[in-house]
T-cell receptor
Framework: DQQVKQNSPSLSVQEGRISILNCDYT??????FLWYKKYPAEGPTFLIS?????DKNEDGRFTVFLNKSAKHLSLHIVPSQPGDSAVYFC???????????FGSGTQLTVLP | DAGVIQSPRHEVTEMGQEVTLRCKPI?????LFWYRQTMMRGLELLIY????????DSGMPEDRFSAKMPNASFSTLKIQPSEPRDSAVYFC????????????FGSGTRLTVV
């Protein structure tokens, strides 16, 4: 059973608008969450992270929100740009564990 | 540093053949991970090493899969015999124990078993 779920396989938004990517998790031991971005024929690259002691983390156009009670996190991209078109993976880690559990990814397409 | 280097980039093989995927982690990184990406399941952890020692191989699908890390700069993932359902993109990633921002991934090996 998948412990990290991204229920939207794809998302399309207009350039300049907000992109919201969602992620749900089931393992209450997860306390650190990351988002990775993946372009075709490349490996995933780290984008932004959040610890469970926070409910928001911001880095430029990217903001991650964490709702621990709902076991839900989201990535907001504002404004969206065509170069943001990629697959976005949500990932989670428990305590001092080194391994990450990933979701299935969401393909974001930003239309010019 | 050139990053995590994986070879080959693409591999097409016939069912029943042995396949070996290779990975060179970033120098100084003490953790190495093998992941598999499929449409249905996304990125699945197969196995990971710490200081060349396998720590968790619970994600290895079955006995046909094996992984080794003979030294700090090289790891292999072997599938013998290969089956069509093994077709996927296989990623290697490495990290340093003090780096909590996750991994650095290689570009992956796209495996097709026909």
């Amino acid at each position: 059973d998948q412990q990290v779920k991204q229920n939207s396989p794809s998302l399309s938004v207009q350039e300049g608008r907000i992109s919201i990517l969602n992620c749900d998790y089931t393992n209450s031991m997860f306390d650190y969450f990351l988002w990775y971005k993946k372009y075709p024929a490349e490996g995933p690259t780290f984008l932004i992270s959040i610890s469970s002691i926070k409910d928001k983390n911001e880095d430029g156009r990217f903001t991650v929100f964490l709702n621990k009670s709902a076991k839900h996190l989201s990535l907001h991209i504002v404004p969206s740009q065509p170069g943001d078109s990629a697959v976005y993976f949500c990932a989670a880690r428990a305590g001092s564990a080194r391994q990450l559990t990933f979701g299935s990814g969401t393909q974001l397409t930003v239309l010019p | 540093d050139a990053g995590v280097i994986q070879s080959p980039r693409h591999e097409v093989t016939e069912m029943g053949q042995e396949v070996t995927l290779r990975c060179k982690p970033i120098s100084g990184h003490d953790y190495l991970f093998w992941y598999r990406q499929t449409m249905m399941r996304g990125l699945e952890l197969l196995i990971y090493f710490n200081n060349n020692v396998p720590i968790d191989d619970s994600g290895m699908p079955e006995d046909r899969f094996s992984a080794k890390m003979p030294n700090a700069s090289f790891s292999t993932l072997k599938i013998q015999p290969s089956e069509p359902r093994d077709s996927a993109v296989y990623f290697c990633a490495s990290s340093f124990r003090l780096d909590w921002e996750g991994y650095t991934f290689g570009s992956g090996t796209r495996l097709t078993v026909v």
